[in-house]
């Protein structure tokens, strides 16, 4: 099977690339790939001739977007529907990447592909514009959100924990937001066993599901995991002291979702098989990577 991948530096784009290897991989990152260009979208399309598109591209700067507003759209709702319109020509499923901030976290249970949403910022109102543009336009797509993502690449809150906690000695966490960590590996892997199902004769699970993390925490509990492995490893010598601070105490120029959590039960149904979600294994791979020389 060839696979198209777009963003291809990031944290899931860098993760896929090393999972996809019994496949053919086109990988492309965005100086190679424009996905707000609908002429660049469909030339790669029919260069390539993938049998799936899996879209990792996004503009994933939170608060940064609530300033480049133009620039967020573009990326997370007019690059989906580039893809969309390129792949309903040459009838090419898409797997699009979204996320929990569709949500406004106000539930208090974990939140199903088909809750309703709420988004309370820039970036979260864009991705959502992506979902509805891809679900317009091309019937055989996959849709799968997800939340809190780490790994081993990129700019993320296990590195940053791990980066402020070799200079401190004690760090203020927010403590009333909950979510699920993901580790984008895991994301990565589950993609992968799906990508077989997609070209088989009768397939009909179209439509949008939920990848997060097996357990939910607070960012506090998970900064204090975190610290727990690495001087378990040997990534510091010893654990700085992690205060619970309040979201209020921690003012952000976007609102984020108290509760993040997502039901990731429609996902494994699809699968029909087990697949890991267990951050805290992907917690101690991701360090055991950022620990090789």
Same mark, same amino acid.
Request: proline share 6%; charged share 20%; aromatic share 8%.
């Given at each position: ?10 944290? !899931? ?101 088909? @809750? ?9 109102? @864009? ?22 993502? !780490? ?75 975190? !610290? ?46 087990? !697949? ?18």
């Amino acid at each position: 099977m060839k696979i198209l991948l777009t963003g291809a530096e990031g944290q !899931f784009g860098r993760c896929f690339q090393d999972r996809c290897t019994d496949h053919s991989l086109v990988a492309l990152n965005r100086s190679e790939l424009d996905i707000t260009d609908l002429d660049a979208v469909q030339r790669a399309c029919k260069t390539h001739l993938p049998d799936v598109v899996v879209n990792g591209a996004a503009y994933t700067a939170v608060d940064r977007a609530e300033q480049e507003v133009d620039l967020a759209v573009a990326v997370n709702s007019a690059g989906p529907q580039n893809l969309a319109v390129a792949c309903a020509e040459r009838d090419i499923p898409l797997i699009h990447i979204s996320t929990d901030y569709v949500f406004d976290g106000t539930a208090t249970s974990p939140y199903l592909p088909d @809750s309703p949403v709420s988004p309370l910022g820039v970036y979260g109102q @864009s991705k959502w514009q992506g979902e509805e543009a891809v679900r317009r336009t091309l019937n055989q797509h996959l849709i799968i959100r997800t939340a809190w993502v !780490f790994s081993e690449y990129g700019n993320n809150f296990v590195k940053t924990m791990l980066r402020l906690g070799a200079e401190r000695e004690e760090l203020s966490v927010v403590a009333d937001q909950v979510g699920c960590p993901t580790y984008a590996g895991h994301i990565a892997d589950a993609i992968v066993a799906l990508l077989p199902l997609l070209k088989q004769p009768g397939f009909d699970g179209w439509g949008t599901l939920h990848f997060g993390g097996d357990r939910a925490v607070s960012w506090h509990q998970f900064a204090q995991a975190i !610290f727990a492995e690495a001087v378990d490893q040997g990534c510091l010598p010893q654990a700085p002291r992690v205060l619970p601070i309040t979201t209020e105490q921690y003012p952000t120029p976007a609102r984020r979702p108290g509760y993040s959590v997502l039901d990731s039960g429609s996902l494994a149904e699809l699968l029909g098989l087990r !697949f890991c979600n267990d951050w805290l294994q992907g917690l101690r791979f991701t360090l055991e990577r950022l620990a090789q020389p």
